[in-house]
C-alpha cells in the first residue's frame, strides 16, 4: 500500500495560484487512481478532482476551468493546479489513491489552503 504526503498548500489573496503536490511512497503507484478531496470548517468532505489509472479525468463543477489534476508516474506524484482562487476554496486538501477493487485505500495527512479576500 502507498503512503500519501501533500504539500504545496499556503496563504494566497483571491485571484492567486498554488500547486498542490501528493508524492507517494511505496510500489504500484501506477495502478492508483487518484484524487483530490478537501473539507472545509463545518461542511463535508467533497470531490474536487480524479484522475484514473489510465489518465481519466474528472473535476467538480465548482472548480471546472480553475483547477487542473495531473499526474507524472515517473515521479509517483499526483498534481492539483489551482488558478484564480477564491476565498471558498479554502479548506484543507486531501490526497487520496484507491485500486480499481478497492481494496486499498489510502489517504494523506491534508494541507492546508486559505484565500484572502
Known amino acids: 500500500q502507498v503512503q500519501l504526503v501533500e504539500s504545496g498548500g499556503g496563504l494566497v489573496q483571491a485571484g492567486g495560484s498554488l500547486r498542490l503536490s501528493c508524492a507517494a511512497s511505496g510500489s504500484m503507484f501506477s495502478i492508483y487512481n487518484m484524487a483530490w478531496y478537501r473539507q472545509a470548517p463545518g461542511k463535508q468532505r467533497e470531490l474536487v478532482a480524479r484522475i484514473s489509472r489510465l489518465g481519466r479525468i474528472f473535476t467538480a463543477d465548482s472548480v471546472k476551468g480553475r483547477f487542473t489534476i495531473s499526474r507524472d508516474n515517473t515521479k509517483n506524484t499526483v498534481y492539483l493546479q489551482m488558478n484564480s482562487l477564491k476565498s471558498e476554496d479554502t479548506a484543507v486538501y486531501y490526497c487520496?489513491?484507491?485500486?480499481?477493487?478497492?481494496?486499498?485505500?489510502?489517504w494523506g495527512q491534508g494541507t492546508q489552503v486559505t484565500v484572502s479576500s
Open positions: 487520496n489513491g484507491v485500486t480499481d477493487r478497492g481494496d486499498r485505500d489510502t
